[in-house]
Nanobody, 117 residues
Framework: QVELVESGGGLVQPGGFLRLSCAVS????????LSWYRQAPGKQRELVAI???????NYEDSVRGRFAISRDNVNNRFYLQMNSLNPEDTAVYYC???????????WGQGTEVIVSS
């Protein structure tokens, strides 16, 4: 049974930073494509950052240069460092894992990020 548990969300002022963490059990982060999505109120879920085979990384345009996705193979976690946050980053953030062997996809429960003064 693969399980993803996010943590690190919360309320932050504009210009602040947060680091989201996704703890994975039942699958290895080193053999999967890892990504972070977000869903703002009234909007569709969107891909924010992804790290795939060969550690290739890509970001959604509005977060490039401010957010950084990373992977910790030892502790079987991955992260989203979010800097220079602005109110438009307010959303529920979800971590996602897709295994390379079975191509099955798994989601975390979501963690809320609110950027407000």
């Amino acid at each position: 049974q693969v399980e993803l548990v996010e943590s690190g969300g919360g309320l932050v002022q504009p210009g602040g930073f947060l680091r989201l963490s996704c703890a994975v059990s039942g699958s290895g982060v080193s053999v999967a494509t890892l990504s972070w999505y977000r869903q703002a109120p009234g909007k569709q879920r969107e891909l924010v950052a992804i790290i795939g085979a060969g550690s290739r990384i890509n970001y959604e345009d509005s977060v490039r240069g401010r957010f950084a996705i990373s992977r910790d193979n030892v502790n079987n976690r991955f992260y989203l460092q979010m800097n220079s946050l602005n109110p438009e980053d307010t959303a529920v953030y979800y971590c996602n894992l897709k295994t390379w062997d079975t191509n099955r996809e798994y989601w975390g429960q979501g963690t809320e990020v609110i950027v407000s003064s």
